[in-house]
Nanobody, 126 residues
Framework: QVQLVESGGGSVQTGGSLKLSCKVS?????????LAWFRQAPEKKREGIAG????????YYDVSVKGRFTISQNNAKDTLYLQMNSLQPEDTAMYYC??????????????????WGQGVQVTVSS
């Protein structure tokens, strides 16, 4: 059973930065997963914003965060990160990390990721 635990949320002013972390455990094979960050703002649908294949390759970014956010994982493949720069009030949301065993999708409809963290709140004030 894959478990995901996020940390690093908080409050920041417009233009500020935050780095989210997601500790991943319980992999059967750490090279065979999609890892992604989703977010959900109040009264809005959950949206996928960034993802990568744990085996490596080009990350995917939604247009809303491309150029401002960076997704990465550590060499041990047990921690996923989301570096968020130039934060805006519209980035305010609960942020979730998620994982799914291959085959899986980055972007588009994203499919139905099986494993989810509990979420962390990010609040950006103007």
């Amino acid at each position: 059973q894959v478990q995901l635990v996020e940390s690093g949320g908080g409050s920041v002013q417009t233009g500020g930065s935050l780095k989210l972390s997601c500790k991943v455990s319980g992999y059967t094979d750490s090279s065979k997963y999609c890892l992604a960050w989703f977010r959900q703002a109040p009264e809005k649908k959950r949206e996928g914003i960034a993802g990568l294949y744990s085996r490596g390759g080009e990350p995917y970014y939604d247009v809303s965060v491309k150029g401002r956010f960076t997704i990465s994982q550590n060499n041990a493949k047990d921690t996923l990160y989301l570096q968020m720069n130039s934060l805006q009030p519209e980035d305010t949301a609960m942020y979730y990390c998620a994982a799914h065993l291959l085959p899986c999708m980055l972007g588009g409809t994203w499919g139905n990721y099986k494993y989810w963290g509990q979420g962390v709140q990010v609040t950006v004030s103007s």
